[in-house]
């Protein structure tokens, strides 16, 4: 069985500010995990994947996550926020023969000038 | 290449009825993964097809099905809808890649509201 656990629901920055956007997993086989962007009335947009090649994984829009195994953890940073990263962040985990996503509740992100 | 794309986009249906929804797959792409997103659940895995066949399914009544045809497109139907089935329904196309792991592609989704 896997599971997501995001931390924070909604999380507000101030433009230039550092975003930090916190994932947990559970996985009982090695998990592929992935962060995927929603902005309103869209669908999902992938922004990275872990698919245990590196531990950093950069994505598009200057994102990057770090996979760390023994914290069970796949964080999303962003040195420097922008008012268009305001958007639905959600973290999701696969792995195995099971070829379904799972996903975390989301996380918010607001952008403040 | 040309995204997931769905149709319809918005669609409002009343209780009792039923309703198909469909998706083309991004060219060359064998899999396509259905989820239900809403308010509540936030998004839940319906079922996914790989060559005309349903591989896995999820945790839904059997008024949710789906189908895929030869050419990779795949249509979902719920019948007897009920008031807790709007949602935004999103489809997936998944990329098999150089590894063996699978990346998956959504597209737009079909926002269906149920009165």
């Known amino acids: 069985a896997q599971s997501v656990t995001q931390l924070g629901s909604h999380v507000s920055v101030s433009e230039g500010a550092l975003v930090l956007l916190r994932c947990n997993y559970s996985?009982?086989?090695?998990?592929?995990l992935f962060w995927y962007v929603q902005y309103p009335n869209q669908g999902l947009q992938l922004l990275l994947k872990?698919?245990?090649?590196?531990?950093l994984v950069k994505g598009i829009n200057g994102f990057e996550a770090e996979f760390k195994k023994s914290e069970t953890s796949f964080h999303l940073t962003k040195p420097s926020a922008h008012m268009s990263d305001a958007a639905e962040y959600f973290c999701?985990?696969?792995?195995?023969?099971?070829?379904?996503?799972?996903f975390g509740k989301g996380t918010l992100l607001t952008v403040n000038p | 290449k040309a995204g997931v794309t769905q149709t319809p986009r918005y669609l409002i249906k009343t209780r009792g009825q039923q309703v198909t929804l469909s998706c083309s797959p991004i060219?060359?792409?064998?899999?396509v993964s259905w989820y239900q997103q809403t308010p509540g659940q936030g998004l839940q895995f319906l079922f996914e097809?790989?060559?005309?066949?349903?591989?896995n399914k999820g945790n839904f009544p059997g008024r949710f099905s789906g189908r895929q045809f030869s050419n990779s497109r795949s249509e979902m139907n719920v019948s007897t809808l009920e008031l807790g089935d709007s949602a935004l329904y999103l489809c997936?196309?998944?990329?098999?890649?150089?590894?063996?792991?699978?990346?998956?592609?959504f597209g737009p989704g079909t926002r269906l509201l149920v009165l």
């Open positions: 997936a196309s998944t990329s098999r890649e150089r590894g063996g792991h699978e990346t998956q592609y």
């Open positions: 996985s009982s086989v090695p998990p592929y």
């Open positions: 872990y698919t245990s090649a590196a531990t």
């Open positions: 999701a985990v696969s792995g195995g023969s099971n070829y379904k996503l799972t």
């Open positions: 060219s060359g792409h064998r899999s």
């Open positions: 097809y790989f060559s005309e066949t349903q591989r």
